[in-house]
């Protein structure tokens, strides 16, 4: 079964850190890239950031540009998003997801995603 799990959710402080975790399993992960969305109450899902399946290169939205980092361990599955400087608009349940993509550009659009994980709460506080 195809399977992605986020962890790494939490209740941090404005100005902090935390690392979610996406551990994938059941399908070809070094054939899928691998996004980060999330969503706050009230607002649509948001394309955060993208890995690419054959180079990791990397994507991000504008509004976290310099603050989040997104890597991949092949070895392992995984798919850390690394957020620093964190905001309270950074509120929202994280979710990964797997895709094969055709235009990159798209990385963005949750239509493009085949796969999703349950997701992560992180709640930050001013």
């Known amino acids: 079964d195809v399977q992605l799990v986020e962890s790494g959710g939490g209740l941090v402080q404005a100005g902090g850190s935390l690392r979610l975790s996406c551990v994938a399993s059941g399908f070809s992960f070094d054939e899928y890239e691998i996004g980060w969305f999330r969503q706050a109450p009230g607002k649509e899902r948001e394309g955060v950031s993208c890995i690419s399946s054959n180079d990791d290169s990397t994507y991000y939205v504008d509004s976290v540009k310099g603050r989040f980092t997104i890597s991949s361990d092949h070895a392992k599955n995984t798919v850390y998003l690394q957020m620093s400087g964190l905001k309270p608009e950074d509120t929202a349940v994280y979710y990964c997801?797997?895709?094969?993509?055709?235009?990159?550009?798209?990385?963005?659009?949750?239509?493009?995603?085949?796969?999703w994980g349950q997701g992560t709460q992180v709640t930050v506080s001013s």
């Open positions: 997801a797997a895709g094969i993509i055709r235009d990159i550009r798209n990385y963005g659009k949750a239509s493009e995603y085949d796969y």
